[in-house]
């Protein structure tokens, strides 16, 4: 029986056989909705995460699975279009899957999107949310029996998991542009089902701003691994009882596509300073 430490290796090496040379600082995972990203990368090129051994799959609609490389700007990147959740059965170390050949591929800075239901009243459908602090309700872990002494610490000091100076980049980079980013803490369930209006209610109270069913299992291994993370959400619609419309995950999808423009010219902005900022931060 292979080891988890194997597979990752595995996984990664096969990433370097298709995509060599790869020297690059800055991964980005993509949320529902958010793909469209990678294909605006300069000269790239791209490796079907079905083709590359223990990859979980994903199952649903609007994730397509594939690792692009290519340039946002001057900058090389290396994007996952079509993360794998919780929700869809799979094992907590499945999720993480894809952050850990990352880290294994030598990147140092990790953007992590995804689409999120306002809990803030004040937020706003077709804003992005940094996000500041999470709060895990998913019951779970993805450290949970992951002893693996090249991947750091199991008892992992989450004080400050969103770059403090990564987030200050974002917010000047959101002023220049005339952004609006409001900063939030992200409140995390497995879904798959939407939040009922009384867990809203609950999330509100427990201190969330916006509600999603992914992101923090990557977060967690992320810093875990050591990688300086930076978090936005794209608020895609009110959550339950905020506003009268039923949700769906097509309207979802629908609504965060519908950020494309200002999601590409942020993340464009951010790149460009997180990756001329090797080696200052001290967090
Ligand atoms: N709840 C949970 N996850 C979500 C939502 C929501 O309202 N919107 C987008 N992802």
Not at 213 to 221: L, Q, R
């Amino acid at each position: 029986m292979t080891s988890s430490r194997q597979r990752i290796s595995k996984a990664a090496l096969a990433v370097r056989q298709t995509l060599a040379p790869l020297d690059i600082q800055t991964g980005i995972i993509l949320g529902s909705g958010l793909g469209s990203l990678a294909n605006q990368l300069k000269a790239r090129r791209f490796i079907e995460t079905t083709s590359i051994q223990h990859w979980p799959r994903s199952t649903v609609p609007g994730h397509s699975g594939r690792l692009v490389i290519g340039y946002l700007e001057s900058v090389p990147v290396i994007a996952l279009q079509g993360r794998v959740h919780y929700y869809e059965g799979y094992s907590m170390e499945q999720v993480v899957f894809p952050v850990r050949v990352l880290g294994a591929l030598g990147i140092k800075n990790m953007i992590i999107t995804n689409a999120a239901g306002a809990l803030n009243p004040e937020l706003r459908p077709g804003s992005l949310m940094l996000i500041a602090d999470h709060i895990n309700l998913m019951g779970d872990n993805p450290l949970i029996g992951f002893i693996d002494p090249d991947s750091g610490s199991l008892f992992t000091d989450m004080s400050a998991p969103y770059d403090p100076e990564f987030r200050t980049i974002a917010l000047n980079a959101a002023k220049t542009l005339n952004i609006t980013l409001n900063q939030g803490v992200l409140a995390v369930t497995t879904g798959p089902s939407y939040e009922t209006a009384a867990e809203v209610r609950m999330l509100r109270t427990l201190g969330g701003d916006a509600v999603c069913m992914s992101t923090v299992p990557e977060v967690i291994a992320a810093v875990q691994m050591g990688l300086r993370v930076l978090g936005i959400s794209c608020i895609t619609n009110m959550a339950t009882g905020l506003s009268s419309q039923r949700l769906s995950h097509e309207e979802v999808k629908d609504a965060a596509g519908r950020t494309e423009k200002i999601f590409f010219n942020l993340i464009t902005a951010i790149v460009q300073k997180i990756d001329s900022n090797e080696g200052s931060g001290d967090s």
